[in-house]
């Protein structure tokens, strides 16, 4: 079993940045690939960024790319960070957390509860 605690959003100004960390617990959450999503108000949920256990791997949606940067520490209680840069107001959604075991090459084991950024002046 892991879970995962999303933390640090907020509310953030068109062009500034904000970093959101993923915190996972669960004696295999190191090797778990794991990803971010997000949910605007009346939109389905959409695929962010993910990063494989090694953080050799790393793919993002095109929406984000030059913009967002994933990262992990799996020595700091395997946290999970999103580095968000360049913000726009688009930007503004639920960002969930999520993990899946190494032998998944699609869908999610784990979600966490979400953690809100507004981008709005």
């Known amino acids: 079993q892991v879970q995962l605690v999303e933390s640090g959003g907020g509310l953030v100004q068109p062009g500034g940045s904000l970093r959101i960390s993923c915190a996972a617990s669960?004696?295999?959450?190191?090797?778990?690939?794991m990803g971010w999503f997000r949910q605007a108000p009346g939109k389905e949920r959409d695929f962010v960024a993910r990063?494989?256990?090694?953080?050799?791997?790393?793919?993002y949606a095109d929406s984000v790319k030059g913009r967002f940067t994933i990262s992990r520490d799996n020595a700091n209680k395997n946290t999970v960070y999103l580095q968000m840069n360049s913000l726009k107001p688009e930007d503004t959604a639920v960002y969930y957390c999520a993990a899946r075991s190494a032998a998944r090459t699609a869908g999610y084991d784990y979600w966490g509860q979400g953690t809100q950024v507004t981008v709005s002046s």
């Open positions: 990063i494989n256990w090694s953080g050799g791997v790393i793919v």
């Open positions: 669960g004696h295999t959450a190191s090797t778990y690939t």
